[in-house]
C-alpha cells in the first residue's frame, strides 16, 4: 500500500485523492458523464421503493442478493468513504484549503467504483459491463498526483497520531474507511467479480495537516 505525507506550504495531507487539476472548472464537470438511467426516462424516483422489505437488495444487474452478500457490503463501505471525504471536504472549505476540487474528484469516482462493484460480472451482460467498466485513467491520475507532492516532504521517521486540526482529523477517519472499503472489495476482485483496477484505486492514500501540530507516536512507559 502507498503510505505518504503531503506538506505543500504549511500543509500536510492524508486522504485519497486525485491529480491536481484546474480550479476553475464547476463541479458538475467533475463528474463522469455516464448515466445509468434509461434514456429518456425523465421521472422522478421515489426516495423509497420497499423492494429491500424483506432483506434482499438488487444489484445493476437485477440480480437479488441477500442485503449482508459481499456486493452491498463493498457498496456500503464505499459509499460511507465518499461521505467521510464530503465531511472532510466541509473542513477543509472552512479552513480555504485549495485542495477541495481533488476531493471532488475522488467522489466522484468513487460514485464509478460503486457502479463497478454492483454489476457482477457472473450476471452481467456485454451492456452492463461496457456502462460500469472502471479503467487505469484514476489511477495514473492520482500516482501522478502523489510523486509530486512526495518530492516536497522530508522523510517520516516517526508514526503520526491521527490529529493536526478538524480537517486533518477527518481525512485521516477518511483514510481508515478508505482501508475497510479496500479489505472489503478485495476478494470481489480476485473472485472475477469487479474490475482489479477498482481495487487498485482504493489502494492508495495520503494525509493532510491545516498547520497545527501533530501528535507523534511515543510507547507507553
Known amino acids: 500500500m502507498a503510505s505518504f505525507i503531503i506538506k505543500p506550504a504549511h500543509l500536510r495531507c492524508v486522504a485519497r485523492t486525485g491529480r491536481l487539476l484546474s480550479e476553475h472548472r464547476t463541479r458538475k464537470a467533475l463528474c463522469s458523464d455516464r448515466s445509468y438511467a434509461t434514456e429518456g426516462d425523465n421521472r422522478v424516483p421515489k426516495i423509497y421503493t420497499k423492494t429491500g422489505d424483506k432483506g434482499f437488495s438488487s ?7 441477500p442485503k449482508e452478500d459481499h456486493i452491498f457490503e463493498a457498496l456500503g463501505n464505499t459509499d460511507e468513504l465518499s461521505s467521510a471525504i464530503g465531511l472532510a471536504r466541509e473542513f ?28 457482477p ?9 461496457k456502462r460500469t467498466k472502471f479503467t487505469a485513467q484514476p489511477i495514473t491520475d492520482l ?9 516536497e516532504l522530508p522523510p517520516l521517521t516517526t508514526f503520526i497520531l491521527p490529529s493536526g ?19 472489503s472489495v478485495a476478494p470481489i476482485v480476485r473472485s472475477g467479480e469487479a ?15 491545516e498547520g497545527n501540530e501533530e501528535k507523534i507516536y ?4
Not at 474490475?195 to 495537516?209: E, Q, S, T
Open 143 to 151: 500516482e501522478a498526483w502523489i510523486d509530486n507532492f512526495t518530492q
Open 121 to 129: 460480472r457472473s450476471s452481467a451482460r456485454e451492456s452492463h459491463i
Open 218 to 221: 511515543k510507547r507507553p512507559e
Open 165 to 183: 486540526g478538524k480537517s486533518s482529523a477527518a481525512l485521516h477517519l477518511a483514510r481508515t474507511v478508505c482501508r475497510r472499503a479496500e479489505r
Open 59 to 65: 444489484t445493476f444487474t437485477g440480480e437479488r442478493r
Open 195 to 209: 474490475d482489479p483496477d477498482v481495487a487498485k484505486f482504493l489502494n492508495r492514500y495520503a494525509a493532510m495537516k
Open 92 to 119: 477543509c472549505l472552512d479552513k480555504g484549503h485549495t485542495f477541495t476540487y481533488q476531493l471532488d474528484k475522488i467522489q466522484c469516482i468513487l460514485q464509478d467504483v460503486g457502479s463497478n462493484i454492483a454489476t
